[in-house]
């Protein structure tokens, strides 16, 4: 899968990055779609990648470190500033704030749902 890294429009938009890194479009098209500019909920996150044909795993997991992770991931991980969505896939980080890395960003607790293509 080709991901196309794009930072967050605002501080508040890390879930419409997300998902519009996966799914190929802007980010303001996502905000669009779900009506929100603001901070994103699971169930919006879910919604909008099984209506285009993504799955994610039943359960969120947690990860200690990177090899814990699938080789795409949805992430929700708890920063020093917030509760934040990112992306991992195929061994690298793509994070709406930080940019591309290869390992987390700073945080405590890191879940995770594996998304299936």
């Not at 909008?48 to 997991?61: N, Q, T, V, Y």
Request: charged share 30%.
């Amino acid at each position: 899968m080709r991901i196309e890294y794009i930072h967050e429009p605002t501080d508040l938009q890390c879930g419409q990055a997300v998902l519009a890194m996966l799914l190929g479009v802007s980010a303001e098209s996502i905000c669009l779609e779900l009506k929100n500019d603001r901070e994103t909920a699971f169930r919006e996150m879910k919604q909008a990648l099984e209506s285009r044909g993504f799955k994610l795993s039943p359960e969120r997991k947690q990860a200690a470190e990177k090899t814990d992770l699938p080789s795409i991931a949805l992430l929700s991980l708890e920063t020093p500033r917030c509760w934040h969505w990112s992306l991992y896939a195929e061994g690298l980080f793509y994070d709406p704030e930080h940019g591309m890395m290869t390992d987390f960003p700073e945080c405590k607790r890191k879940y995770f749902w594996e998304i299936i293509v």
